[in-house]
């Protein structure tokens, strides 16, 4: 259980939120939303015990049964799998019982308490979350320290999800994760019975994830039943009428101050007065929160919009004599908007290197477009910033001959004002510095915007400034993300990285998170099947009889279990439906401001409900797979 009794916390002299009561039952999922620097991550340091609260209390469970996400693991020497598992607490208590037993009544027990827990089970549990994070088996051996730091974060995950926990906290858990082990994670979420606390910027993974919004607004705590997008109808909502009852209150006030002005000093009209005056200070102390502006900004339109931007025939692509991808044909002409997908390792990096002319063929030719004027936004981008100069310097260098207002004003788009102008980008945090590499990429104006994984270091409201942009934009873009949110706003056409090669891929992101779990399913159960294999068979017209009387046997065992599958698959089909188009109607803002609120109401309930009913169905599909792909 988890529960906030009149919590407040503050970050040196500024309140980050007070008397915040709020109760998680156990085994709801929350999201925890709130602009940078609110205190999302100060919240589960205190939950923790490792920030102290101004006022109020955290009841939590014991620190064992709390799983969260180890810092600072670079130095750690311990091979990856043990180290995942050492993050099962009993386990670990049980193996050191054993070691440090005196004689044989205690070395029995502790014998006795290993084989009730069954390592053998959770070092499989280990491997299959170290799989669902895009580890091979090889890696699994390797050190902890020897792996770079995006790969350090996936096993700190791991190492989290181990824990037999009552109570999950995951501080941005899919940052350095690719599209395909984020879709395994949600699956893996969806199935734990831990209460569970996630910060994300990902809404979408919010979306699929969590019941409940936990929301840090106007220094406190506020709590939204549903997912993000539930909660960010439902706050569209109260801001409406916010924003109504602030028109009112400017009434009101105006009418009261009037009022008082007028008759304060006259002795007849003295008590009315005085009366007006209180009413006003109550009128005060309800004063409405407007709704802040949200930030935005714009690509500019490209210079030249040529018809043939890339065209690749019968590329190779590699690093050395090591061939990554090969036969790779494909172009992209003008306004096309195209998602890259596929696990990591696949190639995703390597084609974009390719087309960005970072990387030349080993076979083959890409065929460039005559006016190409490429915009690339890489994963490393951050770290070919110059931490000695200023933001106003960077764009110097590549406008020198342009007035420093026009530079000023450009910069002031992307939130580089004031002081920050002239600030080194050193300091700057992992966001800022992500604007500053778009700002610099949008002022070349280029007609093919080209980005892999722009949205690690983003907040949510410069991801939705990402988002708008991309959608306005005139030119054509190029994409590589596990967010997606932005997938789904901002391409129509998909292409698959897989076993070397590029196709198309028909369907949608919904698709292709069926075909990831699938995949990693039947690529465990091969695995499985292989190191069970027998390594001869005696007499193969007997083997074949044992393989078919198997075979059948298997059948019998999962043919009701397919049988309900195909059940829950009739069901949840129409229902995904519906609640899709339930969505795209919700995230209309004129459905809030024109529309009927008895329908608006209706239709935020129909899709709670939809919500806990598709959920409940998509978990019963993977236990059912799972349950399936189990029997042996």
């Known amino acids: 259980m988890l529960r906030l009794q009149d919590v407040s916390l503050m970050r040196g002299v500024r309140v980050l939120y007070s008397h915040a009561t709020l109760l998680a039952n156990p085994?709801?999922?929350?999201?925890?939303?709130?602009?940078?620097?609110?205190?999302?991550?100060?919240?589960?340091?205190a939950i923790l015990g490792d920030v102290a609260l101004e006022a109020g209390e955290i009841s939590a469970p014991s620190p064992e049964n709390i799983g969260h996400v180890a810092q600072d693991i670079d130095t750690v020497d311990d091979i990856a799998i043990d180290w995942v598992l050492s993050g099962h607490a009993p386990l670990m208590a049980a193996k050191k019982a054993l070691t440090d037993a005196r004689d044989d009544m205690s070395a029995a027990a502790a014998h006795a308490s290993l084989a009730e827990l069954n390592e053998g089970a959770i070092t499989a549990q280990a491997k299959i979350i170290l799989h669902g994070l895009g580890f091979t088996e090889e890696m699994t051996t390797h050190r902890v320290k020897d792996f770079s730091g995006g790969w350090r974060n996936r096993l700190a995950l791991a190492r989290a999800l181990m824990c037999p926990a009552e109570l999950l906290l995951l501080d941005e858990p899919t940052n350095h994760l690719d599209l395909d082990s984020v879709i395994w994670l949600e699956a893996w979420l969806k199935r734990q019975h831990a209460t569970t606390v996630i910060i994300s910027h990902d809404r979408e993974f919010l979306d699929r994830c969590v019941s409940t919004i936990w929301s840090i607004e106007d220094n406190t705590i506020r709590r939204y039943a549903g997912n993000y997008s539930a909660y960010e109808a439902m706050r569209v909502e109260r801001l409406r009428l916010q924003d109504a009852a602030a028109k009112a209150y400017e009434r009101e006030s105006a009418h009261l101050q009037s009022f008082i002005d007028r008759f304060r000093y006259k002795a007849t009209k003295a008590r009315q007065a005085q009366s007006r005056i209180k009413m006003l200070e109550r009128l005060k102390a309800v004063e409405p929160v407007r709704a802040t502006r949200e930030w935005r900004f714009e690509f500019l339109k490209p210079e030249r919009l040529p018809e043939h931007l890339v065209e690749a025939q019968s590329v190779a692509l590699g690093y050395g004599d090591k061939e990554i991808l090969n036969g790779v044909k494909f172009s992209i002409r003008a306004g096309e908007r195209i998602g890259v997908l596929g696990v990591n390792g696949a190639g995703k990096s390597t084609l974009i290197k390719g087309i960005c002319k970072d990387l030349l063929p080993?076979?083959?030719?890409?065929?460039?477009g005559q006016g190409l004027q490429i915009g690339y936004f890489a994963q490393h981008q951050l770290?070919?910033?110059?931490?000695?100069?200023?933001?106003?310097?960077?764009l110097r260098r590549k406008a020198p001959e342009e007035r420093e207002q026009v530079l000023r004003d450009f910069l002031g788009r992307f939130r580089f004002s004031g002081d920050m102008v002239n600030a080194v980008v050193k300091p700057f945090s992992g966001g800022e510095k992500a604007r500053l590499a778009l700002a610099l990429l949008a002022w070349d104006k280029p007609n093919l915007i080209v980005l892999d994984e722009p949205t690690n270091h983003l907040d949510m409201q410069t991801r939705e400034a990402l988002t708008m942009a991309l959608s306005s934009f005139e030119g054509s873009v190029l994409l590589v993300s596990h967010d997606r949110h932005l997938l789904a706003a901002t391409t129509e056409r998909l292409l698959l990285v897989h076993e070397g090669k590029v196709s198309e891929f028909d369907g949608d992101l919904d698709d292709y998170a069926k075909l990831v779990l699938e995949t990693r399913k039947a690529s465990l159960t091969a695995d499985k099947i292989k190191s069970d294999a027998p390594s001869a068979s005696p007499n193969k017209r007997e083997a074949r009889q044992q393989a078919a009387m198997e075979r059948q046997r298997i059948a019998n065992l999962k043919k009701p279990l397919q049988k309900e599958l195909a059940q829950v698959e009739k069901k949840l089909n129409p229902l995904s439906d519906e609640l899709k188009a339930l969505d795209a109607k919700l995230a209309d803002t004129d459905f809030y401001t024109q529309g009927d609120q008895d329908e608006v109401a209706a239709a935020l309930k129909r899709r709670g409900e939809l919500s806990a009913e598709v959920e409940e169905l998509e978990a019963r599909w993977l236990e059912l797979s799972e349950a399936i792909e189990a029997v042996v």
């Open 27 to 45: 085994g709801e999922r929350i999201g925890l939303v709130g602009e940078n620097g609110c205190g999302k991550s100060s919240l589960l340091a």
């Open 362 to 368: 080993m076979a083959g030719e890409f065929r460039f």
């Open 383 to 394: 770290e070919q910033l110059r931490e000695d100069e200023t933001p106003l310097q960077h």
